[in-house]
């Protein structure tokens, strides 16, 4: 499997706004939902946002309703996730995988290596 790539992490402060992207195959982004999670320190990585690559639907986790957005640039094959308004718990590594999801569980695989967000207070 061809790994996805995330970048667009770094060190913001609170309050502020950051956009993440991942690049992965054409093939990839086409036929399989992708989505993010993170992992803060000392916690189980967790569901950010994903969506459903050929119509685009979007499916939030509810801390990252009205703040984040999750979207797609399907001639360039980058998916992103734009990050406003953002508070010291969002600081984590943030992670771009294809996903299912079954029994309302999300599910991640073929994952990227991760971007770090630091968010300063």
């Known amino acids: 499997q061809v790994q996805p790539v995330e970048s667009g992490g770094g060190l913001v402060q609170v309050g502020g706004s950051l956009r993440l992207s991942c690049t992965a195959s054409?093939?990839?982004?086409?036929?399989?939902?992708m989505g993010w999670f993170r992992q803060a320190p000392e916690k189980e990585r967790e569901f950010v946002a994903a969506?459903?690559?050929?119509?685009?639907?979007?499916y939030y986790e509810d801390f990252a309703k009205g703040r984040f957005t999750i979207s797609r640039d399907a001639a360039k094959n980058i998916l992103f996730l734009d990050m406003n308004n953002l508070k010291p718990e969002d600081t984590a590594v943030y992670y771009c995988?294809?996903?299912?999801?079954?029994?309302?569980?999300?599910?991640?695989?073929?994952w990227g290596q991760g971007t770090r967000v630091t968010v300063s207070s």
């Open positions: 995988a294809r996903v299912s999801v079954s029994r309302g569980i999300w599910a991640g695989d073929n």
């Open positions: 054409g093939r990839s982004f086409e036929s399989n939902a």
């Open positions: 969506l459903w690559w050929s119509d685009g639907a979007p």
